[in-house]
């Protein structure tokens, strides 16, 4: 009865580790990139405007190639 015990004790063990372990491997601390400090309101509608006009770019050519 004890080692029945025993064994179902580091079964259950086992399946806690696992699912620690695989928590922690998620993301790495040097993953994200720096940040490249402070940006103006003007860049970010020019950066903005530059995404969309790209954006709606492929949008037209996706849609002219289909």
Not at 30 to 56: I, L, M, P, T, W
């Amino acid at each position: 009865m004890n080692k029945q015990i025993l064994i179902a004790g580091l079964l259950v063990s086992q399946a806690f580790i696992g699912t620690a372990f695989a928590a922690g491997e998620v993301e790495a601390a040097d993953s994200k990139a720096a940040s490249s400090g402070k940006v103006s309101a003007e860049e970010k509608k020019a950066a903005r405007a530059k995404r969309k006009a790209e954006g709606a770019a492929a949008a037209k050519a996706e849609k002219n190639g289909q």
